[in-house]
């Protein structure tokens, strides 16, 4: 069964994998090895064997053999009738270290021989000539000299076992040190409630994985805190969203009510066409709230295929010329200002704007269309009173209104400006307030040019 943390199997399997690397090739160099000193042991006697039976050809062989090759001590010389004839010191007395004589078509063999008092040796048997009455020469030294190869063998074995569990306990300890800032990680989000999500988990330093881990953690916990502000900030925008527009239709609702109530109880006393008068005023009241109402929740829900080419110019030319009956308006235009627009909310931007500059101004309203590099830029200017620099941003909010423009008789729904600025936020563009050169009111609006080229 494997174990259930990673740091567990990256140890099972760092050791199984050592296992598997380091016990085979410890066997083979063990065989190796072996072999390797065991064949060392056959040239070493087939040397001494091969010099003797020289010796013995040449008729130089002293009446006392003396080995001439280190580590092999036993040399006879045997004759036809299996007697010793001569031998080194070692095997003096000693019986024949082996009783195979080679034929004379292999006159070579190596063999091994167990003997009493000498336990089992390696032997070189050689036949000295070819001739039935050839002596043999046999060299031989002790098998038990493989023996300290094969002790070395099992010390390999240990330290291989030894490098196994080494390697173990190294893969232990660092897998666990490597994965401890991932466990901090964990036990920190663990600990983030949803109430409270401006904590943050550790960044190690460094760029490997999981220092980009972390950072991509405190990157998402950054996004997830931004917006739930961000959506506390918008639901705390549509409560009070919410707050004015009823506070807003209450008021003209409030005074229907009561203007009816009265007239309910004094009908006698009631003027009808100026109750009538006065009611039809509230409801047309009452439908240009819900009208901008309607109109602001629509902006930003409208599509790209419901936007056409308009001539900025043109519009405004337009929308100027139904609004010559109350104050004078100059108009100046470049020809071809183009801008890709949903013509009916911008068309709804002119007419705020034209009607809040007429309702402020004194004698005339100046109005410019032109072209600022990749924007189209339209000036609306009055020579009224103006807006003071502290209240420029709060008057596009909604159900806003200065002192100067409180009144029944001229204040609107409290909602065009800010018709006006969220159109131009939705079409990419913006709508800041100013002061005119003659002290009143500038309001420029900025939309993107549809041909910036030409």
Known sequence: MLPRSIRGRL??????LALLLLVPTGIAEAVIGRQAVANGIWLEVRRQAGMTAASVRAGRQAAVLQPRVDGVHLVQVVDAGHRVVNASPKAAGLPPLSSVRPPAGNPERDVESCLPHLGCLRVAALRVAPGADSPVVYAGRPAASVRPFEAFGQF???????LTILAAWATWKVTGRTLRPVEEIRADLAAIGGDDISSRVPEPSGQDEIARLARTVNGTLSRIEEAKHGTERVLMR???????ASHELR??????RAELEEAQMHPRETDLPELLSNALFDVDRLEAIIADLLLLARVDSIGESERTRVDLSELVAGAAMRRLGRLPVRVTTEPGVHVTVVRSQVARVVANL???AQRHARRSVEVHVK???ATAVLLVMDDGPGIPAAHRDRIFERFTRLDTARSRDHGGTGLGLAIARD???????????CESPSGGACFILRLPLDDPAN
């Open 11 to 16: 140890t099972a399997l760092v050791t199984l």
């Open 371 to 373: 072209r600022d590099r």
């Open 238 to 244: 549509q409560r009070q969203f919410v707050a004015d």
């Open 423 to 433: 159109v131009a936020m939705a079409h990419d563009g913006t709508l800041t307030a």
């Open 354 to 356: 034209l009607d809040n």
């Open 156 to 162: 390999f074995g240990l330290q291989e076992g030894v």
């Open 251 to 256: 008021t003209p609702l409030a005074g229907l």
